[in-house]
Protein backbone atom coordinates (compact mmCIF):
# COMPACT_ATOMS: atom_id res chain seq x y z
CA UNK A 1 0.00 0.00 0.00
CA UNK A 2 0.92 3.80 0.99
CA UNK A 3 3.83 2.59 3.37
CA UNK A 4 5.32 0.15 1.19
CA UNK A 5 8.69 2.45 1.35
CA UNK A 6 8.12 3.33 4.53
CA UNK A 7 7.59 0.13 6.24
CA UNK A 8 9.25 -2.64 4.06
CA UNK A 9 11.88 -0.56 2.02
CA UNK A 10 14.36 -3.09 2.31
CA UNK A 11 12.52 -5.64 0.40
CA UNK A 12 10.91 -2.98 -1.80
CA UNK A 13 14.73 -1.74 -2.95
CA UNK A 14 16.21 -5.23 -2.89
CA UNK A 15 13.13 -5.78 -5.67
CA UNK A 16 13.88 -2.72 -7.85
CA UNK A 17 18.05 -3.56 -7.46
CA UNK A 18 17.14 -6.89 -8.58
CA UNK A 19 15.10 -5.52 -11.34
CA UNK A 20 17.94 -3.08 -12.68
CA UNK A 21 20.82 -5.80 -12.50
CA UNK A 22 18.24 -8.38 -14.45
CA UNK A 23 17.57 -5.59 -17.24
CA UNK A 24 21.50 -4.71 -17.89
CA UNK A 25 22.33 -8.24 -17.71
CA UNK A 26 19.94 -9.31 -20.34
CA UNK A 27 20.86 -6.14 -22.95
CA UNK A 28 23.90 -8.12 -24.74
CA UNK A 29 21.31 -11.05 -24.54
CA UNK A 30 18.77 -9.33 -26.15
CA UNK A 31 20.98 -7.76 -28.68
CA UNK A 32 22.90 -11.75 -29.77
CA UNK A 33 18.86 -13.20 -29.61
CA UNK A 34 17.49 -10.54 -31.41
CA UNK A 35 19.91 -10.47 -34.11
CA UNK A 36 19.22 -14.16 -34.66
CA UNK A 37 15.08 -13.42 -34.33
CA UNK A 38 15.54 -10.94 -37.01
CA UNK A 39 17.25 -13.03 -39.34
CA UNK A 40 14.21 -15.78 -39.31
CA UNK A 41 11.38 -13.00 -39.36
CA UNK A 42 13.18 -11.41 -42.45
CA UNK A 43 13.16 -15.04 -44.09
CA UNK A 44 9.69 -15.96 -43.21
CA UNK A 45 7.05 -15.73 -45.79
CA UNK A 46 4.74 -12.53 -45.78
CA UNK A 47 1.59 -14.63 -46.05
CA UNK A 48 3.12 -16.52 -42.81
CA UNK A 49 3.73 -13.54 -41.16
CA UNK A 50 0.65 -11.72 -41.75
CA UNK A 51 -1.23 -14.96 -40.70
CA UNK A 52 0.35 -14.69 -37.63
CA UNK A 53 -0.24 -11.30 -36.72
CA UNK A 54 -3.68 -11.19 -37.33
CA UNK A 55 -3.96 -13.92 -34.92
CA UNK A 56 -2.26 -12.40 -32.29
CA UNK A 57 -3.97 -8.76 -32.68
CA UNK A 58 -7.59 -10.76 -32.65
CA UNK A 59 -6.22 -13.33 -29.70
CA UNK A 60 -4.64 -9.47 -27.91
CA UNK A 61 -8.27 -7.32 -28.70
CA UNK A 62 -10.35 -10.45 -27.10
CA UNK A 63 -8.43 -10.79 -24.08
CA UNK A 64 -7.95 -7.15 -22.79
CA UNK A 65 -12.11 -7.81 -21.91
CA UNK A 66 -12.75 -11.32 -22.96
CA UNK A 67 -15.29 -9.23 -25.05
CA UNK A 68 -16.04 -10.47 -28.88
CA UNK A 69 -16.74 -6.93 -29.88
CA UNK A 70 -13.75 -5.62 -28.97
CA UNK A 71 -12.34 -8.14 -31.84
CA UNK A 72 -14.98 -6.91 -34.28
CA UNK A 73 -14.66 -2.89 -33.30
CA UNK A 74 -10.80 -3.66 -34.06
CA UNK A 75 -11.23 -5.54 -37.28
CA UNK A 76 -13.76 -2.26 -38.49
CA UNK A 77 -11.10 0.30 -36.76
CA UNK A 78 -8.41 -1.63 -39.08
CA UNK A 79 -10.54 -1.09 -42.36
CA UNK A 80 -11.43 2.36 -41.38
CA UNK A 81 -7.28 2.83 -41.04
CA UNK A 82 -6.93 1.47 -44.36
CA UNK A 83 -9.65 3.15 -46.02
CA UNK A 84 -7.27 6.71 -44.74
CA UNK A 85 -4.46 5.44 -46.02
CA UNK A 86 -6.14 4.94 -49.36
CA UNK A 87 -7.46 8.55 -49.56
CA UNK A 88 -4.67 9.68 -48.33
CA UNK A 89 -4.82 10.92 -44.68
CA UNK A 90 -2.65 9.48 -41.86
CA UNK A 91 -4.04 7.17 -39.66
CA UNK A 92 -1.63 7.88 -37.01
CA UNK A 93 -3.01 11.86 -36.45
CA UNK A 94 -6.14 10.87 -36.52
CA UNK A 95 -5.61 8.25 -33.42
CA UNK A 96 -3.85 10.83 -31.98
CA UNK A 97 -6.53 13.13 -32.04
CA UNK A 98 -8.90 10.92 -30.49
CA UNK A 99 -7.03 9.38 -27.73
CA UNK A 100 -5.19 12.83 -26.75
CA UNK A 101 -8.33 14.83 -27.73
CA UNK A 102 -10.28 14.32 -23.79
CA UNK A 103 -6.89 14.60 -22.36
CA UNK A 104 -6.64 17.91 -23.82
CA UNK A 105 -10.19 18.93 -23.24
CA UNK A 106 -9.97 18.28 -19.49
CA UNK A 107 -7.00 19.64 -19.28
CA UNK A 108 -8.63 23.09 -21.17
CA UNK A 109 -11.61 22.69 -18.70
CA UNK A 110 -8.85 22.90 -15.64
CA UNK A 111 -6.90 25.50 -16.72
CA UNK A 112 -10.50 27.58 -17.25
CA UNK A 113 -11.00 26.94 -13.71
CA UNK A 114 -7.89 27.84 -11.92
CA UNK A 115 -8.41 31.48 -14.39
CA UNK A 116 -12.09 32.33 -13.31
CA UNK A 117 -11.16 35.55 -10.96
CA UNK A 118 -9.77 37.18 -14.34
CA UNK A 119 -11.89 38.98 -16.76
CA UNK A 120 -11.08 36.53 -19.33
CA UNK A 121 -10.13 33.64 -18.58
CA UNK A 122 -9.01 32.67 -22.01
CA UNK A 123 -5.78 35.59 -21.42
CA UNK A 124 -4.27 33.33 -18.51
CA UNK A 125 -3.30 31.28 -21.77
CA UNK A 126 -1.33 34.49 -23.12
CA UNK A 127 0.09 35.96 -20.19
CA UNK A 128 1.62 33.16 -18.52
CA UNK A 129 5.56 32.94 -19.53
CA UNK A 130 4.54 28.87 -19.48
CA UNK A 131 1.68 29.27 -21.93
CA UNK A 132 3.54 31.93 -24.08
CA UNK A 133 6.67 29.17 -25.07
CA UNK A 134 4.77 26.75 -25.52
CA UNK A 135 2.58 29.19 -28.03
CA UNK A 136 5.70 30.26 -29.58
CA UNK A 137 6.71 26.75 -30.40
CA UNK A 138 3.58 25.31 -31.58
CA UNK A 139 3.51 28.05 -34.39
CA UNK A 140 7.17 27.36 -34.87
CA UNK A 141 6.36 23.71 -35.41
CA UNK A 142 3.40 25.00 -37.77
CA UNK A 143 5.24 27.05 -39.69
CA UNK A 144 8.72 25.70 -40.27
CA UNK A 145 7.18 22.96 -43.16
CA UNK A 146 5.82 25.86 -44.53
CA UNK A 147 9.48 27.59 -44.29
CA UNK A 148 11.31 24.68 -45.55
CA UNK A 149 9.00 24.53 -48.79
CA UNK A 150 9.28 27.86 -49.70
CA UNK A 151 13.42 27.52 -49.24
CA UNK A 152 13.63 23.93 -51.32
CA UNK A 153 11.13 26.46 -54.05
CA UNK A 154 13.67 28.90 -54.44
CA UNK A 155 16.47 26.94 -54.29
CA UNK A 156 15.35 25.40 -56.76
CA UNK A 157 14.37 28.04 -59.16
CA UNK A 158 18.22 29.50 -58.71
CA UNK A 159 19.29 26.11 -59.63
CA UNK A 160 17.73 25.66 -62.97
CA UNK A 161 18.95 27.22 -65.87
CA UNK A 162 17.29 30.04 -67.81
CA UNK A 163 16.02 30.56 -70.89
CA UNK A 164 16.84 33.50 -73.63
CA UNK A 165 13.30 34.56 -72.66
CA UNK A 166 14.35 35.41 -69.00
CA UNK A 167 17.83 37.05 -69.53
CA UNK A 168 17.19 41.28 -69.58
CA UNK A 169 19.61 42.80 -72.63
Known amino acids: GNELFSEQGVLTFTFILALAVAAILMGPVGLVAGRGLQRAVVRTPTHYLAAGIAVLTIVGAYAVRNNPLDVVLMILLGLAGFGLRKVGLPPPAIVLGVVLGPIIETGLGQGL ?49 RSDSEVAP
Not at 136 to 154: A, E, F, N, Q
Open 113 to 161: LTATGQANPWMSFFTRPISIGIIVLVVLGLLWPVYTRSKDRRSQEGARP
